[in-house]
Every structure is written in structure tokens, then in C-alpha cells.
């Protein structure tokens, strides 16, 4: 068992790249089993949110609530600067409403769920990251209304529910959080606890190649269908993902954060909260039904970018540290 978890932790980027690919060309060549795949991507998201939950020691979550720099600055990125940087690049699209809408309702929303997995995989602080996000959550729940009133118009906000943001929250952090607490305190006194951590740990690339091929494999065949109008947006969240990185960067090199709180910061600013507003998408008028898959086609693009920042980030990161001689 110990040889095939150092091998596919020496292989993970590829096996991830392999992953989208199967789930990609599964979705296609399958696309009755979309919606079978549709509702299985939070209860995968769940398990795989338990397995990285259970690697974080609760001690150090509890202590990450006194970074306030750190939590400071996340805040600022993702709700000071990503809001000028999401504005900027709407306006290429704002004679679309149905793909503006859908745009603002993915990049305006930062990610509380794998971001985790991934600021791990990259050597970031994803303990601090983890205490961060009922704060993110709240926060994004209550500026999303004002921030579409504001880039798109009144009429944005009057189809915004707040029950998918709580059924997410709910399924995806607090119930895996709980359960990964409860096996930590059984890992201390039984077999059976060290057994579970021991399991997980070791499981985490396949669970995330799992998660990857699901919600590539649920959605890929509706995005195939209006390919030729969401080719708009491709180039504007490549952008953002681009831009995201440079601001990480520069903020975490402004507050003088660490090393490993930087990354955590620019995986912040870069994921966003698309499977979680994807049902307000779906929830809107007909006439903008464009908007769901605007923001399915930003999943796809953030997670091979997401592939991509894992290895490149920590080389990033670590470098612009070093240069500036600390």
C-alpha cells in the first residue's frame, strides 16, 4: 500500500490531468449520466473535505484564528481587490447579460471547499485557510446582492437565494468537519481512529482524481452545446487566474506573510465558489440561461489551472520569498 501512495504522490499532477480527461470524455460520450454525476459531486466534495479535514490537527485551527494579518488580508483580496479585478474583465462582457451574470456569480465568490485540498498539495497554510472560511462564507453571502446590483443592475439580485450557500455549507464543511474531529478524538485512545487517519492520508490524490473526473464528467456535455458563446469567457478567466496569482503574490509580499500563508492566500484569491452558486444559475429566467453554464465553463478552466498552480506556485512563491532575502 506504501508503494502506490508514494507513487501516485510522485505522479499526483498527471494522474489529476488524467483524471479530467476520463471524466471529460466520459461526459461526452455519456451525457445521460450527467445529472446521476450532478449529484454526486457534493457528497464526493463532502469525503474529500473529511480526508483533508482529518489531516489538519484541530489545535492548529484554533490557533490560526490569531492570524488576524493573514485572515485580514484574505479578506481584502477576496472582497477589495477580486471585486476591481472581476468588474475589469466583466466589461468584456456586459452586452450578454445572460454570460455577465453568469460570470460575476463565479468570480465574485470565493472557494471554501477544495481550495483547502489544493493550498495543501501546494505546501500553503491550509489550517489557517480552514478558519477562514465561515467568515468567507458569511461574507460572500452577504456582499454577493450587492456586488451584482452594483456590475450588473438591479435586476441581478431578484432571483438570489441564500439556501444553496447554506446546503453547501452545511453538507460540504460542517458535516466532514465534525466527523473528522470525532475520528481525531477516537485516533487518540482506539485502533480504530489511527486506522481511519492512516486510510485517508493515503487516499487523498484518488479522491481528488474522483472529484475531478465527477464534476468534469457532470458538466462538460452542457458546455459542449453552447461551446461557441462561452468561448467568450474562456480568455477572461484564464485572465483572472493569471492576475489572481500576481496579486497573491504582491500582497502576501506587501503584509510580509510567510511562505506557506502566501500560497494559502493566492489559492484563496484564485478558486472560486462556482459549484456553490451554481444553483442560483440555475435558478434564473429562461432568457438567461446561458448564465449556468458560464459558470460550469469557469469550474473547468479554475480546476486544470487549479493542476497547473500546484506545481507552479510553490516555485513562485518560494523564489519571490527568497529574492527578497528571507
Known amino acids: 500500500m506504501l508503494r502506490f501512495v508514494d507513487w501516485w504522490g510522485a505522479h499526483q499532477v498527471a494522474l489529476y ?65 477580486v471585486p476591481f479585478v472581476v468588474f475589469g474583465l466583466s466589461r468584456f462582457v456586459a452586452d450578454d447579460r445572460g454570460l455577465l451574470i453568469g460570470m460575476l456569480l463565479a468570480l465574485l465568490t470565493p472557494c471554501v471547499d477544495y481550495v483547502i485540498v489544493f493550498t495543501g498539495l501546494a505546501g500553503g497554510a491550509k489550517a489557517r485557510l480552514l478558519a477562514a472560511t465561515p467568515l468567507l ?27 444553496p450557500f447554506i446546503e453547501a455549507f452545511v453538507v460540504v464543511i460542517v458535516i466532514p468537519l465534525l466527523a473528522a474531529v470525532l475520528v481525531q478524538a477516537l485516533a487518540r485512545s482506539h ?15 484518488p479522491l481528488l482524481m474522483l472529484t475531478l473526473a465527477v464534476v468534469i464528467g457532470s458538466q462538460i456535455a452542457a458546455v459542449g452545446g453552447e461551446a461557441p458563446a462561452l468561448l467568450r469567457v474562456v480568455p477572461l ?11 497573491g503574490l504582491a500582497a502576501g509580499r506587501v503584509i510580509r ?9 493566492i489559492f484563496s484569491g484564485a478558486t472560486r ?11 434564473l429566467p429562461a432568457e438567461l440561461a446561458i448564465a449556468p453554464l458560464a459558470v460550469v465553463t469557469q469550474t473547468l478552466i479554475e480546476l486544470m489551472g487549479m493542476v497547473l498552480f500546484v506545481r507552479l506556485v510553490p516555485k513562485v512563491a518560494a523564489e519571490r520569498r527568497e529574492g527578497a532575502g528571507e
Do not use: C
Not at 17 to 22: E, G, H, S
Open 257 to 265: 506573510l510567510g511562505v506557506p500563508e502566501t500560497r494559502a492566500l
Open 17 to 81: 490531468v488524467a483524471a479530467i480527461v476520463v471524466g471529460g470524455v466520459f461526459g461526452f460520450l455519456a451525457p445521460s449520466a450527467a445529472p446521476v454525476l450532478a449529484a454526486a459531486t457534493n457528497p464526493v466534495l463532502a469525503i474529500l473535505l473529511f480526508a483533508t479535514f482529518l489531516g489538519v490537527p484541530m489545535i492548529e485551527v484554533g490557533r490560526s484564528f490569531k492570524g488576524a494579518r493573514f485572515l485580514g488580508t484574505v479578506l481584502v483580496v477576496n472582497f477589495v481587490l
Open 237 to 247: 478567466y484564464l485572465a483572472f487566474l493569471i492576475v489572481m496569482l500576481f496579486v
Open 273 to 283: 465558489n462556482s459549484l456553490v452558486v451554481l444553483p442560483l444559475a440555475l435558478a
Open 137 to 163: 462564507m458569511v461574507l460572500q453571502i452577504v456582499l454577493l446582492p450587492a456586488y451584482l446590483w452594483l456590475f450588473a443592475g438591479g435586476d441581478a439580485v431578484q432571483h438570489i437565494e441564500i439556501e
Open 191 to 205: 485502533r480504530a481512529g489511527r486506522a481511519i487517519e492512516h486510510v485517508t492520508a493515503g487516499a487523498m490524490v
